[in-house]
């Protein structure tokens, strides 16, 4: 009986010693803290009709999770530079540093050369410009994440086989002299498609998929505010495992760049609209899982936390959870129509017809104020047309009103130091539970695919 019983574990502990996770997922909901997704499932459940608590995101599901601190090697608020370097290569560095050390003398190694240099393939996804910092840190060496010329020249050196974003924010330079990157990435065997269809279709065997030029090339347009023809998280997901789906495996890196730029703003109702879109990805990727769960592994966290947010505003406080769902448009489009002659009674229309919000007395007397503050010229009356100045400033107010009416009660318009979450799922899934750095995130995945880290 003894001699079974140690036949047993030894051959259960053989076959976990030969268990490795082949094809890997990391989504990175940027700016996405434990705020975040508590507001985006309560709008869940009471968009359901269910009790608080209730409503799930297909990440929140995952049998593992966790919780990560952030802080960098020059503050205990990261920026998305040095944290993405925190989980892409495993190392602390100052804010701004992408891929390099603290003092900008070393390039450090990300998870995904690693796993490049074993045979599997690599694909670098976002919903922001391609040489934004979460994306740049897994291909590029730059002292500065601002220099984004540079960090291009990297993509197109990397030799990784798929990547997707919005576009470049600087193609040809600060200057706008250097030589376009379009043509160093196609020296460099890249294909660069601008269309769903166009890179479904193509054969090549490394492809950039971009927005159509007749798009911004920053980001891609808040989910509230997509028309049928632009992409998703989910769309571009599932062409990237259709692209680098092979006999050795993959690594696959999907950010969800968004939710901090609505967060920057304290835009609830836009922030919200992109964790759901996030976590759309994350089906298509839950989705392969199941086609293969002995060798795949999905993670999802985030790089900070930004905002500040709490889930409303004291007890007993008058919140409109579904007032999330009732906002039509996005912190830019507001910040669209500020730019445009208005008068007191147009705007606060359109807030109620945008924004879906009853303006209180309250409200009202910050409605005014900020309109007198900002007015070029004092109006004469609630109906006389008004240039504005300071609109920027006059946005975020309004934002922050909103989202506070709605459940969303931000505390500032930066990151601040505050631990994420981590979800996971699959082979190797086990090594992310309870507290980490965000520095270990690229080791528990080098661990679960067999990589060994030096």
């Known amino acids: 009986m003894k001699r079974i019983l140690i036949f047993t574990v030894f051959a259960l502990s053989a076959t976990l010693a030969y268990s490795q996770a082949k094809y890997v997922f990391l989504f990175i909901g940027d700016g996405m803290g434990f705020g975040a997704v508590t507001l985006t499932e309560d709008y869940l459940a009471a968009r359901q009709g269910n009790e608080p608590g209730s409503g799930t995101l297909t990440f929140s599901t995952f049998p593992v999770t966790g919780f990560s601190t952030t802080y960098s090697a020059s503050s205990l608020v990261t920026c998305s530079a040095a944290s993405g370097t925190a989980f892409a290569c495993g190392s602390k560095t100052r804010n701004g540093r992408i891929g390099m050390n603290a003092d900008a003398t070393e390039n450090l190694t990300s ?23 979460t994306p740049a840190v897994f291909y590029a060496h730059q002292a500065s994440r601002s ?14 086989d798929f990547f997707s974003g919005a576009g470049f924010v600087e193609p040809l330079g600060k200057d706008k002299r250097q030589e376009s990157i379009f043509g160093l990435i196609e ?23 971009l927005q159509p030029d007749s798009k911004p090339q920053t980001a891609y347009p808040y989910a509230i505010d997509k028309s049928s023809d632009d992409y998703t998280l989910a769309q571009t997901t599932a062409l990237a495992i259709e692209k680098l789906q092979n006999g050795k495996g993959f690594f696959l890196m999907v950010e969800g760049g968004k939710i901090d730029w609505a967060s920057h703003d304290n835009d609830a109702g836009s922030m919200v609209r992109e964790v759901i879109d996030m976590s759309e990805a994350v089906k298509v990727a839950l989705d392969f899982y199941r086609k293969y769960p002995k060798q795949t592994l999905i993670v999802v966290t985030a790089d900070h936390e930004t905002g500040g947010l709490g889930v409303g505003s004291g007890a007993g406080g008058s919140i409109d959870i579904l007032g999330l769902g009732k906002q039509k448009a996005s912190v830019d489009k507001l910040a669209q129509r500020l730019k445009d002659a208005t008068s007191y009674s147009e705007l606060k229309a359109w807030l109620a017809e945008n924004m879906g919000i009853t303006v209180s007395y309250g409200d009202e007397i910050l409605l005014r104020s900020l309109f007198a503050a900002s007015a070029k ?40 130091g505050t631990m994420v979450p981590v ?30 880290w030096k």
């Not at 074993?118 to 996804?125: A, D, E, L, M, R």
């Not at 220099?147 to 990784?160: H, N, P, R, T, V």
């Not at 009416?405 to 990151?415: A, E, I, L, V």
Request: proline share 3%; with cysteine.
């Open 111 to 133: 998870i995904a050369y690693r796993l490049k240099e074993k045979g599997y393939k690599v694909g670098i996804t976002t919903s922001v410009s391609i040489d934004h910092a």
């Open 147 to 160: 220099m984004y010329y540079e960090i291009a020249q990297d993509l197109a050196k990397s030799g990784f």
């Open 187 to 209: 020296k460099n065997g890249y294909a660069v498609v601008r269309s769903l269809s166009d890179c479904k279709s193509s054969t090549a065997p490394k492809l950039l998929l």
């Open 377 to 416: 010229s004092k109006p004469s009356s609630d109906d006389t047309p008004c240039t504005l100045k300071n609109s920027g400033e006059m946005t975020r107010s309004i934002m922050r009103m909103v989202s506070a009416k709605n459940g969303g009660s931000y505390s500032t318009f930066d990151h601040t």
């Open 423 to 452: 979800y996971a799922i699959g082979e190797g899934s086990e090594l992310f539970r309870g507290k980490m750095d965000n520095t270990d995130i690229p080791k528990k995945i080098a661990k679960a695919t067999k990589v060994e």
